[in-house]
Each structure stands twice: as C-alpha cells, then as structure tokens.
C-alpha cells in the first residue's frame, strides 16, 4: 500500500474515503469535494502595475540549530500545485500612507527609517485621507493659496469646519519636502493626492473657472515634483473618499451636494493639465467600494463616474477597512472579514460591464487605503483592538489576499496615526501611546517584514481540507517556495502541505507568529516575547528560523490558533 500510495493527496484521501478512491475520475470529485473552495481569485488583474516587475532571487535567512519535529498526525491537508501561477506579484502592494500631521522629527530617527527599508515598503501615500481635500502644498499663508481660497472650509453637512491646511507652515507638521525625503531615503515612489475638493467649494462662481483653478494647481504640484525636483513620482490621486459626507466639498452651500457625474467630468480636465507636464505619470480615480448604499451619492457613484473616466483614467481608487463602521469585533470576527477582499473589485467590474462597453478588468485597481477597523478598546479589553496580535494576524491574511484578488497596488492606513486607547491604524505608535516609545512598531509591521523576507514574485493557488486554515504561496525565481499559513480560528491543526511539480527541497525556515493571547499589543516571534509592554522582541531580526525537514516535498508544522507561520524552503 504504501508503494501505491505515495503522494498526501493519495493518503488522505483513502483515510477520508476508502471505497472511492478507485478512479481518476473518483479521485478528481474526491479533491473536489473535500479541498476547501474559497472566494473564486484574480476579480481583479494588477495591469500596468506589474509592468515593472522584478524577479526576486536567492532569499537568505538565519537557521536555528535546533531541529523542529511534528510527530503529531496532520488534522489539515494541504497542496499548492507549482505548475499553474495564478499571478506575478505587484511590488505596489507593499505600501502605506503617510499624514502631513505626523511630527517630521521621524527623519531624525535611523531606526524608524531602518525599518520602513527593511519591509520593502514601494510606494507611500500623502498628505491625507480626507486631509488631502483641503490641503493647500504650497502654502504658509492663507494669502499664498491660489485665488478663491476661503478661511472657512464646511464639513458633514456644515456641521465641521477647518482651516485650510497649509504645507509648508509651522516647524511641526510633515511637509512636502519632508515626505520626499522620506521617499528617496526608503527608495519609495510616491502617490500623492491633490485636492479636488478645491474645485468645488472655491470662492470663484464660474464654475469652468473653478475646476481649471484646480486642476492647474494640481498640475502645478506634478510639476514641483517631477519636472523642477527630478523625483519621478509616479502615482496621483484625484481626491478622495470625495462620495462621503466628511469630505471638504461633499455639500457647499448655495451649491449643493457633490454630482458623481460632474466629478468624473472634472476628473479629465485634472488628467489632461497633470499630463500635460508629465506625461508618464499614472493617474487614479476615486470609487466607491460597497455594492449597497443608502445614500443617493454613493449609490450611483460608479455608475456615473466610471463612464465619463473609462478611457482616461489610468486605475480606479478603492478603500476597505473590512467591518461596519463602529462594530467591536472579536478575534474571529477580525479575521472572517477578509473575505470581502473580491466584492469590491467585483462592485467596480459589475459597474464597468453594464455602464460601458468595455469588459471587467479593464481598469486595475489600486487598494489605496486599507486595515482592520474595530471599536474594541485596550481599557475596556472588550474585543481586538487595531493594535492587537489579532490585527497582525489580519495582516499576514490579508496582504496574502489583497494579491490573490487582483489588486495591483495597496497602501496601509497608516504609518503613524492616534492611538485613541487601542483604536490606532498605525504601524507604527504615536506620541499618544505613552507607555512605549514614538514609532515602536505595532503588530502589522512585523507581518511586512516576514513578507518581505520570505515571500516571492509569483504567487500560486493553495487548497486545503479547512477553511481556518488558510496558506497563500509564492515562488521565487531562483526556485524557493515562500508560504504564509494563517490560522484564522480559535482551534490548533496540524498542518501537512505538499509543493507539486516544484523542485525537490530538503529543509525550510519557519517564523511563527503567535501570542496565546490574542488581544494582547504583543508580538511573539518564534516564542520570543519582547520585554516591553507592546511590540515585538528587542533584536527581533536576529531571530533564527526553526528548521523543518521535508520529506517528499512535504511541510508539516504546528498551526496554533490565531497564528501565522512564515515558511521559505531551501534546497
């Protein structure tokens, strides 16, 4: 028998089902039938966004000396099939947002700069958020702000009001100029995102006049960037969020509330001035990501925008943070949500097909806000919070994901935000985490590190017999798988997973990220706690990673629950 039998496939599925396994036909309904089918991939296709791709070659990490022994049965079956790549890998999905608020003293500190570079970061976003709708780059003073400015800017229905936001104002706040020196220190492009919202709420009542003001100013900014300063700045966003209530300009009196029409409109008066000085530069337009709304904005957003950019526009814009809006969500909770990841796109491919002629896929999409969002606090410990070893989880899947669906760039919320007792999307704390140091890194970034480490250019489909168990695959082009097995219940498996039609490998590295608390701020790597009160462990980058031997290109590790392990096999 176990000559006959060789393969995991062949002796699982005789364990499961003895009296079918007599055929290829019967095997192929076994696989079928017992191989967990997830949401179908690839509703998206990155496009332009791989045109730049690059192979990623000969990985090195540290072994431990030890040697890590399964001896437990497997309880889930897994196998990713090394003929069939399902996609290469955007470098852009490695990206996160950076706020004009955020103190620009972080240029002072190495180790923060030290750490962005060692999670690969490609691409960083700025000035906002919705700061971005009445942010004014170039100005100190209100009187340097081009003509129509008002002192006043309306919000939420003229229930807000602030100040326009002046770049290069104050000794505090991160300017342009500061932002790109990040870039070029990390090696980063840039997706900047100009302030449509100008055109609306401007104190000039031509309105022709309004949007060419505008758009002007927003071509005036690609020209800083690009043609004056040489820092070939890629990606440009036309707004944003321009559909919700918050937004500057969503409701401007005497003028009403915004017309998705009109903004696509305006959208190719801002595409053609920004193209105009440099024309190698790729433009986005915003969209709305749900497939239901009550509000009439966001119900037609996509059906009047996407026709009147479709041939203009170069990606489509959407945002997710994966929960209702106020939910305090459990462990579970956090985790099940990344299975939204294909409804959006599939919002903006229904949209396209019905409302264009053009076919679904036509616009790649660019992910250029995204995290977890729950309510839960760290004072109540009702829940997981944004900054808990369950948030990283989330991470470790979603990015895995984000790939798997198509997207052809993502960018975190943020690298630095408001702590808001455990309600923080940083990556990295804020000033208002007092029992840390600024710019410790939160649970997310340590997930970006092991991608980047581990994880290759190609990314291929995994089937497994769990649904908890979910395992996102890559390839390097020197031959290495990387694998990402996420737990995503509150139940330990052992997990047995065979690399078909894939060189023969002989050992792999395993990083296994794990706290057997999952709302705590802590991050375990390897069973390595850090010291202080969040975080992960002091020095974590030199801890080595447990060796696993395969045997017929076989992995088994130890899934704990609401773990991640990060697996990358050597010959």
């Not at 039938?33 to 090195?60: A, I, T």
């Not at 890590?68 to 090394?82: A, G, N």
């Not at 337009?285 to 119900?299: D, I, L, W």
């Not at 894939?502 to 390595?528: C, H, Q, W």
Request: proline share 5%.
């Amino acid at each position: 028998m176990k000559n006959i039998f060789t393969t995991f496939i062949g002796i699982s599925l005789i364990i499961l089902f003895p009296s079918k396994f007599n055929s290829q036909k019967d095997n192929k309904s076994i696989i079928d039938e017992k191989f967990s089918k997830n949401r179908p991939s690839m509703h998206g296709d990155p496009g332009f966004f791989l045109d730049d791709w690059k192979e990623k070659k000969n990985p090195k990490i540290k072994l431990s000396k030890e040697l890590l022994i399964v001896d437990q049965k497997p309880t889930t079956y897994c196998f990713t099939d090394f003929s069939k790549p399902l996609t290469k890998i955007s470098k852009y999905i490695f990206g996160n947002n950076l706020g004009h608020w955020t103190s620009r003293k972080f240029l002072q500190k190495d180790d923060f700069i030290f750490n962005l570079k060692d999670i690969g970061i490609q691409v960083v976003r700025f000035p906002g958020g919705n700061a971005s709708n009445d942010y004014f780059w170039d100005a100190a003073d209100i009187n340097e702000c081009p003509e129509g400015t008002p002192s006043i800017i309306y919000k939420s229905d003229f229930k807000k009001t602030t100040s326009p936001k002046l770049g290069t104002k104050g000794s505090y706040r991160t300017r342009p100029q500061d932002y790109y020196e990040l870039l070029m220190r990390t090696k980063a492009t840039g997706s900047i995102c100009v302030n449509y919202s100008f055109s609306l709420y401007s104190e000039t009542e031509d309105e022709i006049k309004r949007v060419n003001d505008a758009a002007e100013y927003a071509a005036s900014w690609v020209y800083e960037v690009n043609v004056k300063n040489q820092l070939g700045i890629k990606f440009w966003e036309i707004g944003n969020e321009n559909w919700g209530k918050w937004q500057a300009g969503y409701n401007v009196k005497e003028r009403g509330i915004i017309d998705p029409k009109k903004y696509g409109e305006h959208c190719r008066v801002f595409i053609e001035k920004m193209k105009a000085v440099d024309p190698s530069i790729k433009i986005g337009v915003v969209g709305y990501q749900k497939p239901k709304s009550r509000n009439p904005v966001q119900e037609r957003w996509n059906e009047l925008v996407i026709p009147e950019i479709i041939d203009f526009a170069d990606f489509y814009i959407l945002h997710d943070y994966y929960a209702k809006y106020g939910a305090t969500l459990s462990p579970l909770e956090m985790l099940a949500a990344v299975d939204t990841t294909y409804s959006h796109i599939k919002v903006v491919n229904q949209a396209i097909e019905k409302f264009t002629d053009k076919k679904a896929k036509h616009l790649p999409i660019a992910l250029t806000e995204f995290n977890t969002r729950s309510n839960a606090t760290i004072s109540k410990n009702d829940g997981a919070t944004n900054v808990s070893h369950s948030a990283g989880i989330f991470f470790a899947h979603s990015i895995g994901e984000i790939i798997r669906q198509g997207y052809g760039m993502a960018m975190v919320w943020d690298i630095e935000n408001g702590y808001h007792d455990g309600k923080d999307h940083g990556m990295f704390a804020s000033k208002k985490e007092t029992d840390v140091d600024w710019l410790t890194p939160h649970p997310s970034y340590f997930h970006y590190y092991y991608y980047n480490l581990c994880f290759g250019d190609t990314y291929y489909e995994t089937h497994t017999t769990k649904t908890s168990i979910r395992i996102h695959a890559s390839s390097f082009t020197s031959g290495e798988a990387g694998l990402v097995v996420v737990n995503i219940s509150d139940k330990e498996e052992i997990v047995e997973i065979e690399l078909k039609n894939i060189s023969p490998m002989e050992f792999a590295g395993v990083y296994e990220i794990y706290n057997d608390n999952p709302l705590s701020r802590k991050t375990g790597i390897n069973g390595v706690l850090p010291n202080k009160k969040a975080g992960g462990p002091e020095n974590f980058k030199k801890i080595p990673a447990n060796r696993v031997d395969l045997t017929d290109n076989k992995i088994k590790i130890v899934s704990k629950p609401f773990s991640a392990n990060y697996i990358l096999t050597k010959k």
